[in-house]
């Protein structure tokens, strides 16, 4: 990562800013590697209006990226404890400004999630997770083996990235906790997906699945369907 992206990061007056100076100046190939597709504020906006309408007390963001979906929580929850996990040091520097000038006292954990304690529990979950295919994800024979252990499930070896966080942030979930997930389509109509549905299911999880018409491109350097999962535990 050059010294461009850190100095128009520095340069930068808002938190809108430092989102348009990442996403501009960030490499393609190291957006591409992160798997970095970031947010619109209107998606985020309905997705932290849904998380926040219980009043969580611990809220979760596992891919904080520049933190678009965490202050939208952070609006709307000024008392919420929010611990968001990033594993790319170049975005948790600019997530680290963009906290800052939004003035949100946010626990940062400069860490995959994937690789957090399996017990941790919160009120709260939003997320645009990494959109990284089974064979782009590091050890993801071993990882979809645990989650699909946690969740007392049988997953495919196919199972993408986002699918992974999806489950092991469902379930840890507390008594009334909502989640909020912006993930690809795809997944309603692969194989990988079955045991997915059923999950959500047969917990009780599922309270809507928003799809992004297909003509419009939610994000502007990704070619792909959206859909936006609502999810409670009741």
């Known amino acids: 990562m050059g010294q461009t992206v850190a ?22 190939a190291h957006r591409r590697r992160f798997a970095q597709f970031f ?11 849904w998380v926040a309408e219980k009043s969580p007390a611990r809220v ?17 929850l000024p008392r919420a404890k929010i611990i968001g996990y990033e594993i790319d040091p170049a975005v948790a520097v600019a997530a680290k400004k963009s906290m800052l000038l939004a003035e949100i006292d946010i626990s940062l954990r400069e860490a995959d999630f994937l690789d957090c304690d ?32 946690a969740c007392d499930t049988q997953l495919s070896g196919l199972t993408n990235a986002y699918a992974l966080f999806l489950l092991d942030c469902c379930r840890r979930l507390n008594a009334g906790g909502r989640l909020a997930f912006i993930i690809p389509t795809e997944w309603t109509n692969s194989n990988f997906g079955k045991p997915i549905k059923e999950y959500l299911l047969k917990n009780g999880f599922l309270r809507a699945i928003i799809y992004v018409c297909h ?3 939610v994000f502007e350097d990704a070619l792909t369907t ?9």
Do not use: W
């Open 215 to 217: 003509t419009n491109t």
């Open 7 to 28: 100095e128009f990061i520095e340069k930068s007056l808002s938190p809108e800013e430092i989102d348009l100076a990442y996403s501009q100046n960030a490499p393609k």
């Open 60 to 76: 979760l963001d596992p891919a904080l990226g520049t933190g678009i979906l965490t202050r939208a929580v952070a609006k709307r």
């Open 39 to 49: 947010t619109p504020p209107a998606i985020a906006s309905l997705m932290a209006d």
């Open 118 to 149: 399996p017990e941790e529990k919160f009120d709260g979950v939003i997320a645009n997770p990494p959109y990284l295919r089974h064979h782009d994800l590091p050890r993801s024979a071993q990882r979809i083996a645990k989650i699909a252990r």
């Open 226 to 234: 959206s859909s936006i999962l609502l999810v409670e535990n009741s």
